[in-house]
């Protein structure tokens, strides 16, 4: 295989708009995803469409193991990775103390421990070529604390925080990290999280713009990306930290009560 891309939640969504780009390119890959079907149909259909050779791993990436697993099998196969690209997670709609743990644990699992073991175990093989890069996707979720989706937010902010921080820790070498912030965005996340019934998923973005903006950001070596923001919620953002901090907590709040 040669320039391949690691892929997580590759089977919809943001991450499979990310895989079908890389193909185009020419790009190799290996998705990993929960669903097996969903990745064998995938790689079907972009090996045939852009003659690129693709490895299916299906993994639960909320599992504690399945990181290292994945790393192993990458490096028993004897592939080398040029772009790790973390997309897998998802979100949960309702007031923390009424949500049940085990979602909001599983949450935490996948949308920060996987993220960060994947990135530890595949980034010192980037550091020891001195080359290679990472994607990580997060949101602009991470820009402020968010009423009735308390531990997506939160986890999202530290996706944010530890892409930048690893990012300025490899300002010597030629391995870049970009972070991914997408707004609200076309995918199966909205019905899964139930933000598909509120205002902030009126308006939304489709989920290939954002990859393409995520995709070249990477490529281009940008610490940060934004992208699927309309007019008045970049000006929202701009204000937020000028805002008192209740009132911002309260727009968000409601933008997210199901309506």
Do not use: C
């Amino acid at each position: 295989m040669k320039n391949v891309a690691l892929i997580t939640g590759a089977s919809t969504g943001i991450g499979k708009e990310l895989a079908n780009i890389h193909a185009e390119k020419g790009g190799d890959l290996i998705i990993v995803a929960r669903s097996k079907d969903k990745l064998d149909g995938l790689k079907t259909e972009l090996e045939k469409k852009y003659s690129v050779e693709v490895l299916v791993i299906a993994k639960d990436l909320g599992l504690p193991e399945a990181p290292k697993e994945i790393y192993e099998e990458v490096k028993n196969a004897g592939i080398e990775i040029d772009y790790l690209i973390n997309n897998a997670g998802f979100g949960g709609l309702g007031k923390f103390h009424e949500r049940e743990w085990e979602l909001d644990l599983a949450m935490i699992n996948l949308n920060i421990i996987a993220l960060t073991a994947l990135t530890r175990f595949f980034l010192p093989d980037f550091v020891k070529r001195n080359e290679g890069k990472i994607l990580n996707v997060s949101s602009t979720a991470s820009f402020m604390p968010g009423p009735l989706q308390a531990v997506y937010f939160a986890t999202k902010a530290y996706v944010t925080f530890f892409s930048n921080a690893i990012a300025e820790e490899l300002h010597d070498t030629n391995v870049t990290v970009t972070n991914l912030m997408p707004g609200a965005t076309e995918t199966e996340f909205g019905a899964v999280s139930g933000m598909d019934k509120t205002d902030m998923f009126k308006k939304t973005v489709s989920a290939r713009g954002v990859a393409e903006d995520g995709y070249n950001g990477m490529i281009k070596g940008k610490l940060d990306v934004i992208s699927g923001l309309t007019f008045s919620q970049k000006l929202m953002m701009s204000m937020i930290p000028f805002s008192p901090k209740k009132m911002v907590l309260k727009q968000i709040r409601q933008m997210q009560e199901v309506k």
